[in-house]
């Protein structure tokens, strides 16, 4: 039997309690707070690193802490050339990540092997891991990666059952 | 010019082992004419002649040509302020010649890339390994037979490579065309390319080095 309750509570608390539902509120908490694992490999770092200065503050959107421990990290922004070699070894790190996880790839070299059409460059980091978010340039204006982690917070925002949801690595 | 007179006094220390100096653009260039002595040659440029710094080692494939690999040493001297080029031939069959770790420690770095990229073997090498392809990668990817977009490889649990897709490429500009839509067409294939063949042919006679050494592959037959 199902019963209709009136939510009722004590009218003092009246402004201070927001009702909502609890994926949207989810959903709010992780969009705010995305602490990034930078994948530093290559000059698009410089560009990461500039966008996590005082300028562009990347701070302002919640990636205040650039955690370099992937237990500790939502977002992994892989900024740079991924060789064959350093293939391996990104993909180790992204697996130990916790759920729920992002990825953005940064640059043309991350998201699709960039200039290098060789033998030694993985042609885009999305063959190793799954990737929320491309960010074109050569390097990408830190502007650019505001508005991927922009892009990505409006992913976050739209995940629906963000507590049930399993996700697929 | 000082350069050139530290290139005589090498001369007529070795004879007939090291060529005539030859310039090129002001920079001197000598040629050993056996690798297995070039420990010897470099110990007494260190020592003798002051050349401390070793700047580069590097190694040409003359795919095509007998001798196939030329190692190039860059020697320079701070108290002279002389750079001097020193090069060798080494055949394909033998593919190996003595380190100059023992003279230069940073040679070390040098000829661990060589051998990654070309195949080059040091004798007397401390630790010739492979420094930037991973141990147990089969090909060596700086040989001019070796395709620029890669072979796909696989090492379990160490590395991987896929080809790369070039999609019609090298991209390898046709040099002289009257504007850029002639020089860099959209999709080409070199092997089957009618300007680029000519070009190659015509190219390989003329472009040849300070030491008679023509650059670029050898003879290539139209299909």
């Known amino acids: ?169 | 010019m000082p350069t050139r007179e530290l290139a005589q006094q090498l001369k007529t220390r070795f004879g007939d082992l090291i060529s005539d100096p030859a310039e090129f653009r002001g920079e001197i260039t000598v040629t050993l004419a056996d690798a297995n002595s070039i420990a010897e040659v470099c110990a007494h440029a260190k020592k003798e002649m002051g050349f401390d710094y070793l700047v580069d080692v590097s190694s040409v494939d003359n795919y095509g040509n007998d001798p196939r690999w030329t190692v190039v040493y860059h020697l320079y001297g701070y108290g002279h302020h002389c750079h001097l080029r020193l090069k060798t031939d080494v055949s394909e069959e033998v593919s190996e010649l003595p380190t100059v770790t023992g003279v230069w420690r940073t040679a070390d770095w040098h000829e661990r890339e060589i051998y990654d990229m070309m195949g080059i073997r040091f004798r007397g090498h401390p630790d010739l390994r492979r420094i930037l392809m991973w141990e147990g990668y089969p090909y060596f990817p700086l040989r001019k037979d070796f395709p620029l977009a890669g072979k796909p490889t696989v090492l379990p649990e160490i590395a991987f490579t896929f080809s790369a897709p070039l999609d019609g490429g090298p991209f390898v500009t046709i040099a002289g065309g009257k504007d850029s839509t002639a020089r860099e067409p959209r999709v080409r294939v070199p092997e089957s390319d009618d300007v680029e063949l000519t070009a190659r042919l015509e190219r390989r006679q003329d472009i040849k080095d300070v030491h008679g050494h023509s650059h670029g592959p050898g003879t290539v037959k139209k299909k």
């Not at chain 1, 402004?15 to 530093?40: E, Y």
């Not at chain 1, 302002?60 to 293939?87: C, H, L, N, W």
């Open chain 1, 1 to 169: 039997m199902q019963t209709h309750t009136e939510i009722s509570y004590n009218s003092k608390v009246e402004g201070d309690v927001v009702h909502t539902r609890l994926d949207s509120a989810i959903n709010w908490f992780r969009k705010n707070s995305l602490w990034p694992m930078p994948m530093g490999l290559a000059c698009c770092a410089i560009e990461l690193m500039a966008a996590g200065a005082s300028r562009f503050d990347i701070a302002r959107f919640g990636s205040e802490v650039m955690r370099f421990s992937p237990r500790q990290s939502d977002v992994m922004i892989v900024a740079g050339t991924v060789t064959y070699k350093m293939a391996t070894a990104l993909r180790r790190i992204y697996e130990q990540m916790a759920e729920p996880k992002w990825v953005i790839a940064m640059g043309a070299c991350a998201s699709t092997g960039g200039m290098y059409r060789s033998y030694a460059v993985l042609q885009g980091v999305d063959r190793i891991v799954p990737v929320d978010v491309y960010v074109a340039g050569c390097p990408p204006r830190p502007e650019a990666l505001l508005d991927a982690l922009i892009k990505l917070q409006g992913k976050v925002a739209r995940e629906p059952f963000a507590s049930l949801q399993k996700r697929v690595a």
